[in-house]
């Protein structure tokens, strides 16, 4: 049968002798026995170190692998980053899409559907291709409805747009009137109906 015995002392913590038999043993006081605890719990469930998010890379696309999308006058210059490449086939007029787009002026981006918690890093942005620009269910600009042309799912694309496929001669937050920009497009998917 084991008894236990608490010795009172002059300090404000209590120290326990368990008795079994003719062996006797002593624990810490509480908070020494509570930060032990602690301690041990902190060093078995810490997550690893956190690691500061690298900065976003900037892509450098050559200027010789800028090509114009056909039917565009001036002319839309793009570049296949990844995936496929050419402005056939691809994306239908009448298809619903979901883009991640980042729209740039002097390599400053002033719009982008990434900002946010999203598993994907942001909201996507989605119209109907082929809807005209600014009218329900179409693209803000005239140049996402052209510069998606022949993208497939998963292909990312670098679109340096004139101001006629852009906001025209009108001034938008920082863009100046007449302002040529760079769009990097990303499809992320098409819909299977309209």
């Known amino acids: 049968a084991a008894a236990t015995t608490t010795f009172s002392s002059s300090s404000s913590s209590s120290a326990i002798i368990a008795v079994r038999g003719d062996v006797a043993t002593s624990a810490v006081n509480r908070r020494e026995a509570t930060l032990a605890t602690a301690a041990t719990m902190a060093a078995l469930f810490a997550p690893e170190p956190a690691l500061a998010t690298p900065p976003r890379q900037t892509m450098q696309v050559p200027e010789s692998d800028y090509k114009p999308i056909p039917g565009t006058n001036p002319p839309i210059m793009y570049a296949d980053v990844k995936g496929g490449s050419g402005s056939e086939g691809g994306v239908k007029p009448g298809q619903r899409v979901a883009v991640h787009f980042d729209v740039k002026f002097r390599r400053l981006t002033i719009a982008t559907s990434r900002q946010g918690a999203g598993v994907t890093g942001g909201t996507p942005y ?12 179409g693209p803000f ?3 996402l409805n052209e510069g998606i042309k022949g ?41 299977a109906r309209a």
Do not use: C
Request: charged share 10%.
């Open 141 to 143: 600009i005239k140049a």
């Open 126 to 137: 989605g119209f109907t291709v082929g809807t005209p620009a600014g009218t329900p269910g």
């Open 151 to 191: 993208m497939g799912p998963g292909q990312f694309r670098r679109l340096i747009v004139p101001p006629e496929y852009a906001y025209g001669n009108q001034q938008v937050q920082e863009i100046p009137p007449n302002a040529t920009l760079t769009i990097d497009l990303e499809l992320l998917s098409i819909a």
